[in-house]
């Protein structure tokens, strides 16, 4: 709580480990107090991974990076970090490997993460928001295998626009959408991203307000779920590596999405 001008870097937090298993409501290998006031914190180039389901023995609402609020977060930047192989057992209420409950976020940045083998939650769940106010999420490789990629719960407080950008999202498993959520204020900007569904047809978006939109590259099993842009692109990515465990979002050349 009141926590500023802090990095952690290039820690590994390994969920094999018998000393760092996970309990209590709210919990996660990196958790802010409830209290809130953060502010001026850099998470960067962290490695978590691998919280099988014996990993976690209690209770409710868990994450990878877990932030419940009750006041304003400002200037939080999460950057190059890992998540791999979470899957908390059910039925936990789980959120996201990266979550935020409540509160406001004023600088909250997502840049340049990789969330693979995420199950039983999603790899950014955003919930509650008070209020979000220059958020960012870009340049993120997301494969999820639950609901979504990011998932605006509940209600979702837009300040003024906000941005995903240069995002790739594979959609495989259960996984039922790209975006989803309720948001009110101005709409967020959704461009230049790569969509990918491995398994059944699914919306890029469900239920947000975006715009603008466009200059996306869909898959064939993806539908925009908003207005057609004319620069969107209906093509199917070509992966250096498209499938588990090696995942290897980078695009092949003569990939329709360069």
């Known amino acids: 709580n009141g926590a500023s001008f802090l990095t952690l870097q290039g820690f590994d937090i390994d969920g094999t480990l018998p000393e760092n298993k996970?309990?209590?409501?709210?919990?996660?290998?990196?958790?802010?107090?409830?209290?809130?006031?953060?502010s001026n914190v850099t998470?960067?180039?962290?490695?978590?991974?691998?919280?099988?389901?014996?990993a976690w023995t209690t209770y409710t609402y868990v994450g990878g990076i877990y932030i419940q609020q009750s006041a304003t977060v400002t200037n939080l930047t999460i950057e190059g970090c890992r998540f791999e192989n979470l899957a908390p057992p059910s039925p936990f209420h789980t959120q996201g490997a990266i979550s935020t409950?409540?509160?406001?976020?004023?600088?909250?940045?997502?840049?340049?993460?990789?969330f693979v083998g995420i199950k039983g939650m999603e790899p950014i769940q955003l919930r509650n928001s008070a209020g979000l106010e220059n958020l960012v999420i870009a340049n993120n490789f997301m494969v999820s295998e639950y609901e979504g990629a990011v998932d605006f719960y509940g209600t979702a407080v837009f300040i003024n626009p906000g941005q995903f950008v240069y995002n790739t999202v594979v959609l495989t498993g259960a996984a039922s959408r790209g975006i989803a959520g309720t948001l009110t204020g101005p709409?967020?900007?959704?461009?230049?991203?790569?969509?990918?569904s491995t398994t059944n047809?699914?919306?890029?978006?469900?239920?947000?307000?975006?715009?603008?939109?466009?200059?996306?590259?869909?898959?064939?099993?993806?539908?925009?779920?908003?207005?057609?842009?004319?620069?969107?692109?209906?093509?199917?990515?070509?992966?250096?590596?498209?499938?588990?465990?090696?995942?290897?979002?980078?695009?092949?050349?003569?990939?329709?999405?360069?």
């Open 187 to 196: 709409a967020l900007d959704v461009r230049n991203n790569i969509v990918f």
């Open 22 to 38: 996970i309990g209590g409501s709210y919990s996660g290998p990196i958790v802010f107090g409830s209290a809130g006031g953060q």
């Open 101 to 114: 409950r409540n509160g406001k976020f004023s600088g909250l940045r997502i840049l340049g993460n990789r």
């Open 43 to 54: 998470l960067r180039d962290l490695r978590i991974h691998d919280f099988a389901a014996t």
């Open 201 to 258: 047809l699914v919306p890029f978006l469900q239920g947000p307000a975006v715009s603008p939109a466009g200059f996306n590259c869909l898959g064939s099993k993806v539908n925009s779920g908003y207005a057609a842009a004319a620069s969107d692109l209906k093509a199917d990515a070509k992966f250096v590596n498209g499938s588990a465990p090696g995942w290897d979002l980078h695009l092949v050349p003569g990939s329709p999405c360069l």
